[in-house]
């Protein structure tokens, strides 16, 4: 692997150009950079700001205490979680029957709330199998009602049945009904599970994901039909836990789909047991209902109008599917936003609220799919940095988890690299605010808050809004043993915690949305000097890397460690600039350009440590020396919206090709954001060198690859 990337703006001349030169931050006003320090005043400064001093004790939060209690007694976790247990009696899944029942109720209950058709409705997509919503695949329409596996041979005895277990049938399974024996093929998945074993016509037995045996046993091979448990490490330690997988069949696949059955891991080992010791297994299995059909999905709506400037937008989203019960995910979150929407409709119309200066919006979608298509069909929907509406987005999956119960906390992810955002420090200092809340409901549990703010996690809608630079962060629970299984249900969701959720998020995105220019002010305040404390933390991990360097790699490490630092004050200038996409009044940019130009000068004094550093080291000049001899000054550019799908951009690609491809060093965070990073202005060494600094070495050379395999794919063209 090579050492970081050098950015292009250092191979020109002797001097150290600032980040900001290269990248200015937009909309605030150029200032003059501040003059070099003193090489002693800087290394002190840069100390100073590395590590800086304790916190005070005192915490002035930057929401008024007032809304978050208006709104602690006002949003109900025991409501929410009355939601939730309606929501999971549905089988939600994408493209279903089932979901649009649940879809309905939701819809009711914003009528009842006051949501008239013109603040609240369905956009309704097509989801066949066929139709794609630019690289996404629709889901087909699914429907049953019933369905059975028994053991026949060498005694009779039922296994599992649907609906009673909801998760017991593979999603995506069509109707059918087959008497055959069971063979064993380890994962499945494979080309040596099958070698010496005749599948067709009849079960397989396996551990793998259930769309993947399918296709490798029913599509490639013949086989009937399906049956599988997991056995990692979590199924082992829950063994009547049933875990949920699903057959996602792609579009030439569906008219050659049969059905699968989910079992629990003790189910599953008990009849790999009787396998192995040479029985005859038989299995008699059958699924009843309308199986895969042309259908909808539904996108739900609601707005509350801003007073002053509508056409600026706040969003809330959650996803509303997932098979019964799926009660933290994501009855939780979908519960959670209907209690909001509730809530604020309800102190707007009784007067104890104005309505906000900008809107609030609320979104229930089928995960990722229903997204997509939305945004598919509004080319518009995107973030100030593509000119568009949407300021913010919270997304709420999986928000009600009992922590005493799945002894598990609150993440809030922030967001990433790609994307810096002052949303980050607002939503932080707000979940302090919620600490300090007594929240006790009747039927609720005795749990202190635990929250942390973590790094950019993947995994939810909110990739999409951050796809459409829209500054998204996800609320969420970690880690929910329960995700995903059968034990998912009413009994793991805490009305407390619902309304901790509710009143953080709500308080978040109220602030934003009713923003004034005092209010502006106090929050580039904050972001300020939470950018001074990140970016001297990234300082001190740079002079880490220098100072800790072999002597054989010091030259590489100060350009890494220069590399780091860039990037870092680059981060906190946007995340200060992003203030001024909601409130751009000329007092706001004045304090933007203030605190821009202290992390100038923060910057100036921690690269000149380092240039000490090397210095120390035996390294001479101005700036540190290239990492690689001949960065690649091509510029990419996204040919489509939205991010790519799990098995993108590889099922374009040849087979040979594809194989390459998942051979590739770069992890879904790392691909996730190489796409993000193109802007049609980076060039290959700027990407390689941005995901250096974020996400730790990659090459240039893989970085390559990847995009040249999004190009043969057609998402991605050369400039």
Known sequence: MLPRMKTSDKQHGRRLLHPLALLPLAPAPALPLVPALPLVPALALALALACPPPAAAQHTPLVDRRLVDLLHEEFSGELAKESVIAITRHHRIQGSRGYRAAAEW??????????????????????????????????????????????????????????????????????????????????????????????????????????????????????????????????????????????????????????????????????????????????????????????????????????????????????????????????????????????????????????????????????????????????????????????????????????EQLHCRLELTRTPDSLPSALNDLVADVAHVVDGLAVRTPRGSLSAFNYRVTDFAPGSDHMIFLDRKVPAMMFWHSPDETHHTSDDTPDKVDPVELERCEILAGSALWYLADLDVVQAMEWVGATAAGAAGRLGQAGLEAQRLLLRAPDAGVAAAWSEAQNLLDHASRHEMRALGSVLDVEAAEPVKRAVAAAANALSQQWTALSATLRTYAEQRGLRGEAPPALIAEPDARVPRRTTRGPLPSDMPRRLLSPERAAAHDALPLDEIQRFELLNFVDGKRSVADITAALCAALGLVSQADVVAYLEDCVTAGVVAWE
């Open 106 to 403: 939701l819809v009711e209950q914003l009528r009842a709330s006051g949501f008239d058709e013109q603040h609240a409705w369905v956009e309704t997509f097509p989801s066949d199998g066929v139709v794609q919503y630019q690289t996404w695949q629709s889901p087909s329409g699914w429907d049953i009602s019933a369905g059975e596996l028994r053991l026949v041979e060498p005694v009779a005895e039922r296994i599992v049945g649907y609906p009673e277990i909801a998760m017991s049938v593979m999603t995506y399974s069509n109707p059918g009904h087959v008497v055959a024996p069971l063979v064993w093929v380890g994962s499945g998945t494979r080309p040596e599970d099958y070698e010496g074993k005749d599948v067709k016509g009849k079960f397989v037995l396996a551990t793998g994901y259930g769309g993947e045996v399918h296709r490798a046993a029913v599509i490639e091979r013949g086989a009937a039909a399906v049956v599988c448990y997991l056995d990692d490490e979590r199924a082992q330690e829950y063994p009547d836990r049933l875990q949920y997988t699903g057959m996602w069949p792609r579009t030439a696949e569906l008219p050659q789909v049969t059905f699968g059955f989910n079992l629990t891991n003790r189910q599953g080992e008990a009849l790999r047991a009787r396998l192995e010791a040479g029985e005859q297994v038989v299995l008699d299995g059958r699924v009843e209902g309308i199986g895969l059909e042309p259908y909808f999905m539904d996108v739900i709506v609601a707005r509350i109008e801003g007073r002053e400037q509508p056409g600026q937008e706040l969003w809330f989203s959650a996803h509303l599917d997932h098979p019964k019960e799926s009660a933290n995910d994501n009855a939780s979150g979908s519960a959670a936003l209907l209690d909001m929407a509730r809530g604020f409709q309800t102190l707007i119309r009784q007067g104890r609220l104005p309505a906000p200066r900008r809107t609030l919006v609320f979104m229930w979608v089928p995960e990722f799919f229903g997204t997509m298509a939305y945004v598919d069909a509004h080319p518009d929907f995107a973030g100030p940095a593509l000119g568009g509406r949407v300021l913010a987005n919270l997304n709420l999956d999986m928000v009600g988890e009992d922590l």
